[in-house]
């Protein structure tokens, strides 16, 4: 028997949280998720289990598969769990990872919230003045802490912002002594600005949520109150009996009838194929997991299908007046201070974000140093307090090389090379030696195609007059389709350089508020 | 197939406490050994990629561990001995903090100033070029790889 209802949206995670918190107000939604929690796995106590995990999956970069730490601490192995059996994608040069989890990647992510401004969203068919209200509902509904000067107003609107995270260990150095007047122009006329963070987590206790605990589990324990993350908004529209929230749905394709779309899914836990009905269905799958199920709907095999991400890089650096002191107990784990990169190296505005080394486990950097193991053991307790990483964003456009099909046996090919990156990072351990932190090129590490987890693009949002049946119109609506909505970041027809999870929601109560039921 | 996958417990458990006692100077727990093991259950088939590096020998020969690996890991980076060292390092870790403390221990109380930080970089430096020196001398004299 098929289930009815006005709206399906598919995935938990930013997007379809976001759509569903604007639809909750006025209608009752069908949410459809996957849904992999964390509660399973918590009730671990043993300190070797809970540091790698039962099968010791913590230690699995040992053995050659690269994971980032905290999507590998055995606590958080929910978040990736059982997606390359569910939604296979072959490829040989794309080593991202998908989530088919409740509130899907978000649950490990870095909580860096930024409002695209309209520089951001040259080459969308919208501006901020489109996302400008849902920024600021979202605000108040995370709790979002961050800065108030000049660098802050760059990220977004400063207005009801809680307090920023208190500043430690070497980014808290390098902040202040950017913000000397002679470092800050000269810091300017490299093209580079320091800033605080603007984080989804709570330096003081609001809506019921605690205030942040400097803990240094940030990367052991998920679902930490004070870190937002959208499983809570499913969750709170769930309590309130708006929102019919359905876990263990892989949802495989759908086929308009009439007036109304016919959802194809599979029930996990018995391998059932199951049928619901809507009059609008909204796809907030993630951009992969979307594109995936928009081909697979028409059966289509010969499509290409542009896929953007931002091209990443890690650039270690030493603060060499920290060298020796013992590490700040109580730091952040998280990215403490933004970079923001306008110069003559890079034709679009660079992103980055200055993180000290605190929520790691000091080993992972064990043979990062080029001495004897007890040398490097010196290296991780003296030096490893001194040190700080940059990751530095680039913003990304189609391109040839980058693009996904549906494969005749169903699964989806994902092509995404690494792209080298670099200019930017030699300009700024230039100019960072000048305040005291030194680094070098070969010390510089390119993520691999797909490592930032920053998908995109896959079914952009255009004018008319650039449309062919895999795009959407500017509410997000699948050409191909007469009531298919695409809420999630697949709609982003170019994506710079600043984290998009922010955007991926405001777009999606934007998209969410004009359906027209 | 290669010696590296056919090693018994016994010989495992030798190695743990051997390269616990050698390079970190502690001895580890019953839970480390276990875990020990179970990594070489667990990744088995990953060891039998890397470059074998006869490990029985060097703990009977009590040659020095430290200085093999250094010299190994300079010219086959991917080689088994390096590889066990790494996972003993996160077992001693997890063993002495309260983890996920994520903390390392501090042996090197007196080092409190960049001044001296750098000055035990340089010792490090000269003491880990002799070392290379003996290991790779130990590692063709005693047919190590
Ligand atoms: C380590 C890490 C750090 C990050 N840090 C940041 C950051 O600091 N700032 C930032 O802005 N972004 C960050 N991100 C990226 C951010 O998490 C993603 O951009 C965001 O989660 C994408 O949201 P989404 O809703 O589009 O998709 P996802 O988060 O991928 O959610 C997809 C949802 O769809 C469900 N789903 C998928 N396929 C199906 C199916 N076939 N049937 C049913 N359900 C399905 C899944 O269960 C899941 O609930 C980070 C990501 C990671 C992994």
Redesign the pocket.
């Known amino acids: 028997m098929t289930e009815v209802a006005d709206v399906i949206i598919?995935?938990?995670?930013?997007?379809?949280?976001a759509a569903a918190l604007e639809l909750c107000a006025k209608r009752k939604v069908l949410m459809?998720?996957?849904?992999?929690t964390a509660q399973e796995v918590t009730s671990q106590t043993n300190r070797f289990r809970e540091t790698f995990g039962e099968e010791l999956e913590g230690l699995s970069h040992i053995s050659g598969t690269y994971l980032?730490p905290?999507?590998r601490s055995p606590l958080f192995r929910y978040?990736t769990r059982g997606w390359r059996e569910?939604?296979p994608i072959t490829s040989t040069d794309f080593k991202g990872?998908?989530?088919?989890?409740?509130?899907?990647?978000?649950n490990?992510?870095?909580?860096?919230?930024?409002e695209f401004d309209d520089t951001d969203l040259r080459g969308f068919p919208i501006k901020y003045s489109d996302l400008s209200n849902f920024y600021r509902r979202l605000t108040e509904h995370i709790g979002i802490s961050g800065g108030t000067g000049e660098v802050a107003r760059l990220l977004g609107s400063v207005d009801k912002l809680l307090p920023p995270m208190p500043l430690a260990g070497p980014p808290r150095a390098l902040y202040l002594r950017s913000q000397r007047p002679r470092a800050k122009a000269f810091l300017r006329r490299n093209g580079i600005r320091i800033g605080k963070q603007r984080l989804g987590i709570l330096t003081e206790s609001y809506r019921g949520r605690p205030a942040y605990l400097f803990d240094r589990k940030d990367f052991f324990l998920p679902w930490k109150t004070s870190i937002y993350h959208?499983g809570y908004t499913v969750r709170e529209l769930e309590k309130h009996g708006n929102l019919d929230y359905r876990q263990g749905?892989?949802?495989?394709r759908f086929e308009e009838v009439t007036d109304h779309v016919v959802v194809h899914?599979i029930e996990l836990a018995n391998g059932n194929a199951v049928e619901f009905s809507a009059r609008k269905l909204l796809l907030?799958?993630?951009?992969i997991?979307s594109a995936?199920?928009v081909l697979e709907s028409f059966s289509d095999n010969s499509s290409k299908l542009p896929i953007l991400e931002n091209p990443v890089s890690f650039t270690p650096f030493i603060h060499f007046s920290s060298l020796g002191l013992k590490p700040d107990e109580t730091s952040f784990t998280g990215?403490q201070l933004v970079l923001l990169y306008d110069g003559p190296e890079h034709r679009d505005r660079v992103q980055g974000?200055f993180y000290n080394l605190s929520g790691v486990l000091p080993c992972d950097f064990l043979f990062d140093f080029p001495f004897s193991v007890s040398g490097n053991l010196f290296c991780l307790s003296k030096i490893l307090g001194a040190m700080g990483v940059l990751q530095l964003f680039y913003a990304d456009a189609p391109h040839p090389e980058g693009f996904l099909r549906r494969t005749t046996a169903g699964a989806l090919e994902v092509h995404y090379p690494q792209r080298r990156v670099g200019k930017v990072e030699r300009r700024l351990i230039r100019a960072l030696s000048r305040l005291g932190f030194w680094s070098a090129p070969p010390l510089i590490r390119y993520g691999e195609g797909g490592g930032s987890?920053?998908?995109a693009g896959t079914l952009p949002m255009c004018d008319e007059s650039e449309k062919n049946e895999f795009t959407t119109d500017r509410f997000g609506r699948l050409r191909c389709a007469n009531n298919v909505y695409v809420v999630?970041?697949s709609t982003f027809p170019l994506l710079p350089a600043k984290?998009?999870?922010?955007t991926?929601m405001a777009n999606a109560m934007r998209i969410a508020s004009k359906l027209i039921l | 197939m290669s010696k590296a996958g056919s090693a018994s417990s016994d010989s495992l458990e030798r190695e743990i406490i051997s390269i616990f006692n050698e390079i970190f100077h502690v001895t580890p727990e019953p839970d480390a050994i276990a875990g020990y093991l179970r990594f070489h259950t667990v990744y088995g088939p990953s060891l039998l990629r890397r470059k074998y590096v006869d490990i029985t020998k060097i703990i009977s020969k009590q040659l020095d561990l430290e200085a093999i690996e250094l010299f190994l890991r300079y010219c086959y980076p991917r080689n088994l001995l390096t590889c066990k060292f790494w996972v003993c390092a996160y077992l001693c870790e997890a063993q002495q903090g309260a983890p996920p403390s994520g903390r390392s221990r501090d042996t090197w109380d007196f080092v409190r100033s960049p001044l001296i930080c750098l000055v035990m970089l340089g010792w490090f430096g000269v003491r880990d070029s002799t070392k290379w020196i003996k290991g790779g001398f130990q590692v063709y004299r005693h047919h190590l790889i």
Do not use: M, Q, T
């Open positions: 598919v995935g938990s995670g930013p997007a379809g949280a459809l998720d996957i849904g992999h980032s905290k999507l978040v569910l939604s990872e998908l989530s088919l989890a409740l509130g899907g990647l978000a490990a992510w870095g909580s860096g919230l930024y959208p749905f892989l949802v495989k899914a907030g799958a993630g951009a997991n995936r199920i990215a974000s987890f920053h998908y999630d970041a984290n998009l999870s922010l991926i």
